[in-house]
């Protein structure tokens, strides 16, 4: 009998992996989480990691059926949502 390995889904992606998997660059990811427009993630150790389901909840945000739907909320661009206010170093 041929036992074949199981298939893992990974829950966890890091990020060159979770901006592929929402069709985004790795550094626009990594802006939206300094800014706080992002995804929910986490820090494992010294890893930033993103659960699969918070990238998808995080794009269905974003969700619109045409051009002129309001939607039910905003996914923002990769800046700083508040220009007064100074950026940590």
């Known amino acids: 009998m041929e036992r074949h390995p199981a298939v893992v889904t990974p829950r966890y992606l890091k990020t060159p992996d979770a901006a592929l998997h929402l069709g985004l660059s790795p550094r626009t990811l990594e802006k939206h989480r300094c800014f706080g427009t992002g995804p929910v993630f986490r820090k494992l150790g010294g890893r ?42």
């Open 48 to 89: 930033i990691v993103y659960a699969l389901v918070d990238l998808d909840a995080w794009a269905e945000i974003g969700t619109r059926r045409s051009t002129s739907d309001q939607g039910s909320g905003t996914v923002h661009p990769a800046k700083r949502m508040d220009a007064s206010a100074p950026v940590r170093r």
